[in-house]
């Protein structure tokens, strides 16, 4: 029994000892000066890799353009997103129920463009404002049916990018179509002030990306006939004539209205 107490006790006094022994200062085997040694070291270690990395962001940032991003993801041939979001609008001028879905489609795409958030941007020095009433008649503001009452729906297109927007009746060349907004969208509404300035953007939560809106104005001879309606987008070095992709730069739709 002696000598296994006696072993144990060796065993406890090595572990102290480990952790600390008073005989040589030693801290986890270790005397304070290697265990200053080593923190140096690891001082100088980090110091120089955070140095570098500083120094090669530094120089990857002196190669950026103020004002033109070197690298750009837009697509060489920019789509079209429409609203309300169907091919096909099929509905009765005179039941108010039949079309109410397409308006709140309208009304929810359009919240976010009300004069009033809008006025919070600052007017074209960080993000540019786009007001809903700009889109006038198509802004459902003075007709919150959006035309869909009088038989003359509103159709609303938001551009990735700001090309032309060109809408034309496929079929019928009788229904006329008038433009809410101007066709062409202003470039400095889709916001890139340089590195420096583009950071501000994210102070900016209520920009919004300029859309552009149209409106069918239908005749009573147009009524209860599908009618079918291509938005193309139209600029230098823009596609939108290609056969195998239908939809590239364009969108089709259908809209039939009965009384």
């Known amino acids: 029994m002696s000598a296994k107490r006696e072993q144990k006790k060796e065993k406890q006094d090595s572990w102290k000892d480990f952790i600390y022994n008073p005989r040589t200062g030693e801290f986890l085997g270790r005397t304070a000066g290697s265990w200053g040694l080593i923190l140096l070291f690891y001082l100088i270690f980090y110091g120089f890799l955070g140095g570098m990395f500083s120094l090669t962001m530094w120089v990857m940032l002196q190669t950026l353009d103020e004002n033109v991003p070197r690298h750009q993801d837009r ?37 976010s463009y009300n004069d009033s958030i809008q006025e919070r941007n600052e007017l074209c020095m960080k993000v540019c404002q786009f007001k809903r009433s700009t889109l006038r008649q198509c802004s459902g503001l003075p ?50 002030y340089g590195r420096t300035n583009n950071l501000s953007l994210c102070s900016q939560p209520d920009y919004v990306q300029p859309l552009v809106a149209v409106k069918l104005l239908f005749t009573k001879e147009d009524y209860n006939i599908e009618q079918t309606v291509e938005c193309k ?22 809209v039939k209205v009965s009384e």
């Open 143 to 192: 007709d919150p049916s959006f035309g869909f009452k009088e038989g003359n729906p509103v159709i609303g297109l938001k551009p990735e990018g700001d090309p032309y927007i060109n809408c034309t009746a496929k079929v019928t060349h009788n229904m006329q179509i008038s433009h809410g907004a101007p066709v062409k969208q202003r470039k400095h509404v889709f916001p890139y």
């Open 75 to 111: 697509v060489a041939s920019p789509g079209l997103v429409i609203r309300p979001h169907a091919v096909e609008i099929t509905f009765n001028r005179s039941d108010p129920e039949n079309y109410k879905h397409y308006i709140r489609q309208l009304h929810d795409l359009l919240q």
């Open 233 to 254: 987008v139209e600029g230098s070095n823009l596609r939108n004539d290609d056969e195998r992709d239908k939809f590239l730069g364009r969108v089709t739709f259908r």
